[in-house]
């Protein structure tokens, strides 16, 4: 019931990353180059949606109220938070990793293509 809490803890943590480097780079006007840092919003959008979907989905199952303590099995949260919701956040990150490394090899292919293309 509280493994939504670590995934929007990461969101919490990336999105004060990504605006802190998009305003140094706006501050030194400069592009920022790292393709990791460069789409880190994809990693927010990601984070972002699936712990409000997470925390709508244990609204509607009653477990969690809004009166104290808020969530109905107190007991077991960290437990949960510590198993269930890493392991959420460490996929999600995983998959984002995956994506952008795919993206980025995909974007640099053409320009080979086009240089093996000229040498032949």
């Known amino acids: 019931m509280a493994c939504f809490l670590v995934p929007t803890t990461e969101a919490i943590v990336t999105t004060v990353v990504k605006k802190s480097a998009d305003k140094s780079a706006d501050k030194k006007k400069i592009e ?5 840092l460069k789409r880190l919003n994809w990693l927010n959008n990601m984070l972002w949606g699936g712990s409000a979907l997470l925390a709508f989905e244990h ?4 477990e969690i109220v ?8 107190g007991v077991s949260a960290v437990r949960e938070m510590a198993t269930t919701g890493v392991t959420m956040a460490v996929a999600v990150t995983a998959v984002w990793a995956g994506i952008v490394a795919v993206t980025n090899s995909m974007a640099k292919r053409p320009e080979l293509e086009l240089l093996q293309g000229e040498t032949k």
């Open 66 to 73: 809004p009166w104290a303590p808020f969530l109905t099995n």
């Open 32 to 36: 920022i180059k790292n393709p990791f």
């Open 59 to 62: 609204v509607w199952h009653g």
